[in-house]
């Protein structure tokens, strides 16, 4: 099982992730609120950036392929593939 360690508004928490759960779900299970609006890889609200580890989005509309290179990632579509570390306070 993967652990995510998020940062959101200066506080860190690191929180299993549930086989097949967003990175969105995720922060949400573990006390966290972080942003988000339409939950369908749309919109761009819930951004942050992954500093470690492997994500595989399910759908992104918004990001292009050069701010996917630079560790940016749709949570609400975000599925851990490893330990992922990442911050939305960037």
Known sequence: MA???ITLD???VTVPVNNGDTLLET???AGLTPPYSCEAG???TCI???TDGTVT???NEVLDDSEVDDGLVLTC???PQT????TYDD
């Open 3 to 5: 652990t995510a360690t």
């Open 10 to 12: 200066g506080t860190t």
């Open 27 to 29: 922060a949400r299970r």
């Open 42 to 44: 749309n919109c761009g």
């Open 48 to 50: 942050a950036t992954v």
């Open 57 to 59: 989005m399910r759908v």
């Open 77 to 79: 579509q975000g599925v």
């Open 83 to 86: 330990d992922v570390t990442l």
